[in-house]
């Protein structure tokens, strides 16, 4: 009964491979996001999705690439991936502007 | 000036200490505001929700002072099981349209020892 999983939980890969992280929720909620948490622990939003529309899309290279397959799933495709790369991604959804609820994170490591 | 800016501490407090966290926000448009829990490894989860009147749960009290752009949190009776990271959450709404894009400050670290 997992309301907002990922998959996987735990990403080691080198540099120059291209990943894809899964992102699922089962809370019937139209808006989805992804957020990056640094070493420093700052969580940054970097896309939102409502209803399989892309609406927020922040300052990110554009070696990322989200996709929305429906409104339940937001997947993100890294292309190229580089040392700075490594971070913690989670997924989140929401129903309106207030609460979010999050996954449990990637801890994506680029060698 | 970050956008959201909070004291990241550590804090360590005995159980049973009051303890008091604060956050100011640079953008006097934002309109509703949050304080989340990061355990650690884990993800965010919501705590409260903070309004101008103030709000308290159980133990929690938030408040917001939209004049000086401040929020804080107050946290009475410390339990070993409070320590976490506390976040606090802003969410702008721009161009009339609000989907929850929700900015975080850097967390302030909080530990309750025995």
């Known amino acids: 009964d997992t309301a907002v999983s990922q998959t996987p939980k735990y990403l080691v890969t080198q540099m120059g491979n291209d990943k894809s992280i899964k992102c699922e929720q089962n809370?019937?909620?139209?808006?989805m996001y992804w957020y990056k948490q640094d070493s420093k622990k700052f969580l940054k939003i970097m896309f939102s999705?409502?209803?399989?529309?892309?609406?927020i899309n922040e300052t990110v290279p554009n070696r990322f690439s989200p996709k929305s397959p429906d409104k339940a799933h937001l997947n993100l495709h890294i292309n190229s991936l580089e040392l700075g790369d490594s971070a913690v991604y989670f997924c989140a959804s929401s129903s309106d502007s207030y609460e979010q609820y999050f996954g449990p994170g990637t801890r994506l490591t680029v060698t | 000036r970050k956008e959201v800016e909070q004291d990241p501490g550590p804090f360590n407090v005995p159980e049973g200490a009051t303890v008091a966290f604060n956050c100011t926000y640079s953008?006097?448009?934002?309109?509703?505001f949050f304080w989340y829990r990061q355990d650690c490894r884990k993800e965010p989860k919501l705590l409260m929700s903070v309004y101008s009147s103030g709000n308290e749960d159980g133990r929690f009290t938030a408040q917001l002072n939209r004049a000086s752009q401040y929020i804080s949190l107050l946290i009475r009776d410390s339990k070993l099981s409070d320590s976490a990271t506390y976040l606090c959450v802003v969410n702008f709404n721009a161009g009339g349209t609000s989907y929850g894009k929700l900015t975080f400050g850097q967390g302030t670290i909080l530990t309750v020892h025995p």
């Open positions: 809370l019937g909620h139209d808006t």
């Open positions: 999705y409502n209803n399989k529309e892309l609406i």
């Open positions: 953008n006097s448009a934002s309109q509703s």
